[in-house]
């Protein structure tokens, strides 16, 4: 995922690029990257979710990430939000030696009917786990959605409809889904316990 680490820049719909200067006086859609047709799914679209992912991670602070407004995709009603998450990295795939703790804006998909659950202390489920992105040896927290209603994410390239495999790097941290959970998630309680 070499590009999704703010590397790249973002042409957002108001023509600027994503450097964290948008914030939510200036209009609930104005952040919306030019790769996202805000009238069509954005899971039916990869360089959508990508071009989301990258325009959140360009916030570098949790005040900037906060700061900017819901999108509201009209085809099945999703809501997208930036959130600032806490993020765990290790340094590798398959030890649980942390690398790296530290916070990183993140795209997510508001589940309006679904409450925020704490993935380190509530009982596991799909919508309150961690996610480990494989390649970058990382387990990521979600926050909650300015709601209190669960965030679920990070959305990426892997969160699109007929992702290839080249596009599939995440997975959930949770057992008896599938694909099964990768490795990285054996790592889950160091990474709670990390700050």
């Known amino acids: ?52 992912q990258l325009a959140c991670r360009s916030q570098d602070s949790a005040k900037g990430c906060e700061s900017l407004p819901p999108l509201m995709f009209s085809d099945g009603g999703y809501i997208v939000h930036c959130g600032w998450s806490k993020v765990v990295r290790f340094t590798d795939g398959n ?3 942390v690398e790296a703790v530290h916070g990183r804006c993140e795209a997510g998909l508001e589940h309006t009917l ?9 009982t596991p489920e799909l919508h309150s ?14 926050p909650c959605a300015p709601g209190g209603t669960a965030l679920g994410g990070p959305l990426g390239r892997a969160s699109a409809v007929g992702a290839p495999p080249e596009h599939q790097n995440t997975g959930t941290c949770l057992d008896g889904v599938t694909p099964a959970p990768p490795p990285l998630c054996d790592c889950l309680s160091i990474a709670c316990e990390a700050r």
């Open 129 to 142: 786990t961690l996610r480990a992105i494989t390649d970058e040896f990382e387990l990521v927290e979600m």
């Open 1 to 52: 995922m070499g590009d999704t680490n703010g590397e790249t820049a973002v042409t957002l719909g108001d023509g600027s690029s994503g450097g964290g200067t948008t914030g939510p006086d200036t209009g609930p859609d104005t952040w919306a990257p030019e790769a996202c047709d805000l009238g069509e799914s954005p899971f039916l679209s990869s360089d959508c979710l990508h071009a989301l």
């Open 114 to 122: 679904i409450g925020c659950g704490d993935a380190c202390s509530d």
């Open 95 to 97: 030890s649980c030696m």
